[in-house]
Each structure stands twice: as C-alpha cells, then as structure tokens.
C-alpha cells in the first residue's frame, strides 16, 4: 500500500498481528538529499506503525551484533549494531537497506519482536543466529518465530567473484549459480532463509522483491554505483509490538 505522500508499505501475513512493514524509497527523496532529511523520511514512515513513539535505529556496521531494547529504547539508540529485539510495546524497531536483506520476526504468543540487517558480512558472521537467540532469551520459543525477509537484490542481479565466493563454506555453494567465467550469481535471499531455518525458526520466507530490477519502488547501492550515482538512499525496514488490548 501507499499513502499519497509516503513511500510503499508493504507487508507479510506471517508477521501479523505485529506492526509492521517493509517501506519503499521515499517519494521525496532526492539525491542530494543529506542525513537529517533521510532520517525525517524514516521517522514519517515509522510514525504509520505507532504514531508518536520513538524510532530505534542503530549504526549498521555489517556485525553480527544484536542488542535487546528495553523501555524507550533510548539506551541503545544509535549504537554499532545490525539487529535489535524487543518484548516492550510501542517501540518501533527499524533498520534500513539498499540491496542487503531486511529481516523482521515475530512470536507472536510471546510478544517478542525484532529487526536485522542481513548483507552478506552479517549473514556470514551470524547476525541472524543471534537475533533469534536473543529473542528466545526474552522468552520467544525458536518454533514459534516467524522470520520475513524483505527486498533485497536477487541472485539474477548480484554478480560475484572467486574471492567473494571464498568467504563462505563448502557447504554453501549451492546458492552460487555459474556467469561469466571466474564469477558467479549469488543468491542472498536464498542463503538468509538457510540461515534462519539453521536457526530453528519455524517460519522463514523471502519476498520476491528485486531492489536493483525495480528502480522505482526500491533504493539499489548496487545500481547506484554501476550509473555513477552520487549517493544512495536507504529503505526502512520496521516492526513494533502493537499495545495490548484491555
């Protein structure tokens, strides 16, 4: 859906009955468009889930580091990590992307919620592993997490080389297809889903959504670079515990 004046939201069934949504390039967006203005179109795109709450975001560093909000989630607010979760309601995570995958979750039974950041660094190092295991701590059970990944560049989309392919593990081969010689298509809504189920979710789909292909609905970094563009832009991602009901 879209309002007339905001980006896209989309959603997945299998988060609900959790606020949340995978949101598109801003239709205000503009190139030159510094920090500040890209953090007000989060925030305005945020306040759709929970008009008034805070938008917990942190500095995204491709780490594997998940960190739990608690409150307000101004204690952890701006910090270096890639994931967040949370059992309090009202306080909308958000991460943002441009070609890597974002990824929402959702235990509905236990009111546990979070949000990661999946490039393939993170993937890799375990961002995902430790934003379900994180979640179970808050008291989430691994069957009954429900995992989205949203847009993100698509295997046909996303040409590799040998030494990218050398960082990950014989066993993961499969989710890189031969191109041209010495490279490869990796598929990384594929190898974010593995991941997951290694994790034990007990539901974990990826939406069909092409970043780089799709030009007017999401922002690419990998597009970007090849046209020359001066800067990037970034998508939010976000998810929130809707308040209970009395």
């Not at 759709?48 to 491709?62: A, D, K, N």
């Not at 701590?137 to 990218?164: C, H, K, M, T, W």
């Not at 092409?210 to 970007?224: C, G, I, K, V």
């Amino acid at each position: 859906m879209r309002s007339t004046d905001g980006p896209e939201r989309i959603e997945a069934e299998a988060l609900r009955p959790a606020l949340h949504g995978f949101f598109g390039r801003s239709p205000a967006w503009r190139e030159e468009d510094g920090v500040e203005q890209a953090a007000a179109q989060e925030r305005s795109a945020a306040a759709v889930l929970v008009p008034g709450r805070p938008l917990i975001r942190l500095r995204q560093v491709h780490s594997a580091t998940c960190l739990v909000v608690d409150g307000d989630g101004s204690a952890v607010a701006g910090r270096c990590g890639d994931a967040l979760v949370t059992r309090s309601t009202g306080v909308v995570l958000g991460i943002v992307t441009a070609d890597c995958a974002p990824v929402l979750l959702a235990d509905p039974a236990a009111g546990v919620v979070g949000a990661a950041h999946a490039g393939w660094r993170g993937a890799v190092a375990g961002v995902l592993e430790n934003t379900v295991a994180a979640m179970v701590r808050l008291g989430a059970s691994r069957e009954n997490v429900r995992a989205v990944a949203g847009p993100a560049i698509a295997a046909q989309s996303y040409e590799v080389d040998e030494p990218f392919r050398a960082h990950f593990a014989a066993d993961d081969a499969r989710f890189f297809a031969a191109g041209r010689p010495g490279h490869f298509r990796f598929d990384l809504p594929a190898f974010v889903i593995e991941r997951l189920r290694r994790a034990g979710v007990g539901h974990a789909e990826a939406l069909a959504l092409d970043t780089f292909a799709l030009p007017q609905r999401f922002h690419s970094y990998r597009r970007d670079r090849q046209s020359g563009a001066a800067g990037t832009g970034r998508q939010l991602s976000a998810i929130a515990l809707p308040a209970p009901r009395h």
